[in-house]
């Protein structure tokens, strides 16, 4: 017995500890930038030309958050971290699709960018939720953002917004314009596949589609707009759940 408590006790003395660093880590990223990512390193032993140049938010054209939010995550300024409606859109179509596609958030990708290696396993979709937890506590919106475009794989050995942008367009990431930023962007769900500097058919479709997506979403780091936008996202939710209610009720009265 005497054994039993002493292994319990080293065990949860070891997740006290697993907690302390996490989050001691989040913080300091929170102010420090990410040396260097798994995949960094990774693509660095493997690409002829590995390029990653750090720049502040402020000098990153804001057509290029606007253009990833619009893409990868409208609801990244209003909710937690996660969207349970795109994992659940994620999980029925990975039913029947050939290629598995995640319902990851712009937090998530951060969270496993920064501090995790790539994978699928349990345990590393565990510490993915916990960091993203994590970010979102001790980050702001715009610290995630920041860290995300300068992290993010944009290409063959390119890492981040301005290394992105001085290899497709020869220009600093703060003077890419709208079209620019939406191809950029057309881009991110297979860097090393696609390429913004010779964009196939196929990219230039995304990027008409990514222009579309973000006349839609309008610019949600303005706090105006993202307060309109908060109201419209409130109603929406009111309808579906009571779409919902509606249907349920059906359901029994069948």
């Known amino acids: 017995m005497h054994h039993v408590r002493s292994t319990l006790r080293m065990m949860l003395a070891s997740l006290f500890w697993c ?8 913080g300091l990223l929170g102010i420090v ?8 390193a990774e ?19 804001r057509n290029l958050p606007l253009s990833i939010i619009a893409s990868e995550d409208q609801r990244f300024m209003t909710h937690n971290g996660f969207s349970w409606d795109a994992m659940k859109r994620a999980l029925e179509r990975n039913k029947t699709a050939k290629r598995i596609k995640g319902g990851s958030t712009i937090s998530q990708q951060t969270a496993k960018n920064a501090f995790l290696w790539p994978g699928r396993t349990y345990v590393r979709k565990g510490l993915e939720a916990w960091f993203t937890v994590l970010i979102e506590t001790l980050w ?6 920041e860290v995300y475009l300068n992290i993010a794989e944009m290409g063959e050995g390119v890492f981040g917004a301005e290394a992105a942008a ?7 990431a703060s003077k890419l314009t709208k079209e620019q930023c939406a191809l950029i962007t057309a881009t991110l769900p297979s860097p090393r596949r696609y390429n ?7 990219v230039k479709g995304r990027q008409q589609w990514v222009l579309r997506q973000m006349r839609n979403v309008g610019d949600v780091l303005d706090p105006e707009v993202l307060a309109r936008r908060r109201i419209a996202i409130e109603k929406e939710e009111e309808r579906k759940a009571l779409r919902e209610e509606r249907r349920r009720s059906r359901s029994k009265k069948g």
């Open 140 to 145: 702001t919106k715009e610290r995630i953002l």
């Open 196 to 202: 913004c500097a010779r964009p196939s058919a196929y």
């Open 19 to 26: 907690v302390i660093v996490s989050v001691l880590w989040v």
């Open 43 to 61: 693509q660095a032993g493997q690409q002829e030309q590995f390029t990653r140049t750090r720049v502040d938010l402020k000098d990153i054209s």
């Open 166 to 172: 001085q290899r497709c367009f020869n220009r600093p």
């Open 33 to 40: 930038d990410p040396p260097v990512t798994w995949v960094m």
